[in-house]
């Protein structure tokens, strides 16, 4: 009997020191599947992983097909530009965005600020001397063009004349009581703007009673966007419209309502019709962006990729998702922390990881909004949202906007799924000719020693080629060159061309360089192709890891050492 104590003693003692001596690999290691930074947590958080991914098909969010409005710069910014009141400090404030790489800002256009007192006036006349109310946002639009930076203008907020009664204490805004006066504030501003901003979001979060000014109603907020959208076609034939971003909550009604349920609510009721471009939160609250659990109950940054196959499942799968706001809250320790709470080295950690797993795993996003760049004063300081900023009032700038500075600034690359030539990381030298047809954009070469230059992260590249390919290319992967002849009859006729395969789970640097070749030398490109299939034998062992050491223990318990 004592020898059989002794055994499991030492039995047990052994597994507890290997499993405290892998202690921080092991917490690491779970972190990137779970985005906990505790091992107990990350050790739950991966049961419920394996549990998920073995009681349900994959999620089919179609990273193979054309998406537009994705191979554009991602890195984007909330402002709250209107709010300053010294030009100074708008420049200073675009000075800074364009310095950290940032070549978009989401910036409000508030209906109740621009036709202020009735319909068709656009007087400011609240204080003396009167103005034009478009005067603020005339010089917002010139200062953002001239530091190179492209506005998504977010419209909502409708005046006290618009609404049929005043708006419920505690909401923000409320819907206005007839369409056609919204759809005329639209029309003024994308006329006023055409050619200066193509970008224009219809409304913010309708799936709050705080932001609708009632129960939540997908089918009414569809209407709405198809009076916006319409009208701002008719302003502007270029204008791309974004949906309203929905607020990520778990919440059935009636006062707030899931953003999956009023998504779905949306495409039933027709808005497939009346926008180009899903908009969508990724706040990653309580876990990093590492956290790969995707179930409705949970509100984490995984969470996109329900929109995304909602997305898909509805036949929407060519059209993009933007995320409009995204970010980690670093509220201080005695506030309340309805967003979560991370220290400000974890938020502009996971600021970068969040950007980078965009880049690398979601072909189906485009631009990435932080939220956001800062407030014009201190007064809010009492207020969690407050904390999720990149800079103080006074322009000091917090550790995230450091990080995110150094990664936007660093050379771009092309991540897993489907990319069109027109992808910001692709690099085009010599006489490269855009091509335009119904079945798609591609770029052509006639001549020798044009070259494509790119990295990306995968383990595998295709080239995706366009009608029938006279020529001959010569690839470098990582230095190491090979020629293809595109006429060739493995190759002609064929779409898709293997470039590389089988290499790791990195970044990697190429180099296609067109070649003479006898009798043509046509080399047509619509795309790349990238995957990845990564594989980590330590997932392996961290798994029989815990599974051994849960067993030992329980099964020394229950042997109560008798």
Do not use: C
Request: glycine letters at 6%; a negative charge.
């Amino acid at each position: 009997m004592r020898n059989r104590r002794f055994i499991l003693l030492a039995t047990l003692l052994a597994i507890l020191a290997l499993f405290f001596s892998l202690r921080e690999p092991l917490r690491l290691t779970l972190r990137e599947w779970t985005g906990e930074e505790d091992l107990l947590e990350g050790i739950k958080g991966s049961v419920a992983l394996l549990i998920l991914n073995l009681t349900r098909p994959p999620l089919n969010t179609a990273d193979l097909v054309p998406v537009a409005n994705t191979g554009v710069n991602p890195y984007g910014v909330n402002t709250f530009l209107e709010q300053e009141v010294e030009e100074e400090k708008i420049r200073h404030s675009l000075e800074m965005i364009a310095a950290a790489g940032f070549r978009w800002i989401r910036q409000e256009f508030p209906w109740e600020d621009i036709e202020i007192h009735g319909k068709g006036d656009f007087q400011d006349r609240r204080t003396t001397p009167y103005k034009s109310a478009w005067e603020k946002y005339d010089r917002i639009v010139a200062l953002a063009a001239e530091y190179g930076i492209e506005i998504i203008a977010r419209l909502d907020q409708p005046p006290a004349w618009a609404l049929a009664q005043e708006k419920p204490e505690g909401v923000i805004q409320a819907l206005p009581q007839d369409l056609t006066d919204f759809g005329d504030f639209v029309y003024a501003l994308v006329s006023r703007y055409q050619g200066k901003i193509r970008y224009w979001q219809i409304w913010n979060e309708p799936n709050l009673y705080v932001e609708w000014g009632s129960d939540p109603d997908p089918a009414a907020y569809v209407e709405l966007l198809r009076v916006a959208y319409q009208r701002a076609k008719e302003a502007d034939p270029e204008a791309e419209i974004i949906s309203a971003a929905l607020s990520p909550t778990t919440e059935m009604g009636p006062r707030n309502l899931s953003d999956l349920v009023y998504l779905q609510g949306m495409y039933e009721a027709g808005a497939r019709d009346y926008f180009d471009i899903l908009a969508a939160q990724a706040f990653g609250l309580w876990t990093g962006p590492t956290d790969r659990r995707t179930n409705p109950s949970r509100t984490n940054f995984s969470r996109l990729l329900l929109l995304r196959e909602i997305m898909v499942e509805s036949g929407d799968e060519n059209k993009p998702i933007w995320i409009t706001e995204f970010g980690w809250n670093a509220a201080p320790p005695d506030m309340e922390a309805p967003w979560g709470r991370v220290s400000l080295e974890n938020q502009a950690d996971y600021a970068v990881q969040g950007y980078l797993r965009v880049q690398r795993e979601w072909p189906w996003v485009g631009v990435v909004n932080y939220w956001f760049f800062k407030r014009a004063s201190e007064a809010e300081q009492n207020q969690p949202f407050y904390y999720f900023r990149l800079a103080e009032p006074d322009f000091t700038p917090l550790p995230v906007y450091s990080s995110v500075s150094q990664l936007a600034n660093d050379e771009p690359f092309v991540g897993a799924g489907y990319h069109s030539a027109e992808h910001w990381a692709l690099h085009w030298e010599g006489g490269w000719t855009k091509i335009s047809t119904d079945s798609g954009d591609y770029l052509l070469s006639t001549t020798p020693e044009d070259s494509l230059s790119f990295d990306f992260w995968g383990t595998d590249l295709k080239l995706v080629i366009a009608e029938q390919n006279s020529g001959a290319i010569q690839v470098s992967v990582d230095g190491t060159a090979s020629q293809i002849d595109l006429s060739s009859p493995q190759a002609n006729g064929e779409k898709e061309i293997m470039i590389a395969t089988g290499l790791a789970d990195t970044r990697h640097t190429v180099k296609i360089t067109t070649l003479p070749r006898q009798g043509g030398s046509e080399v047509a490109i619509a795309g790349l192709i990238v995957t990845s299939r990564p594989f980590n034998p330590w997932l392996l062992v961290d798994l029989i890891l815990v599974v051994v050491f849960l067993a030992s223990a329980f099964y020394v318990i229950r042997r109560r050492w008798t």
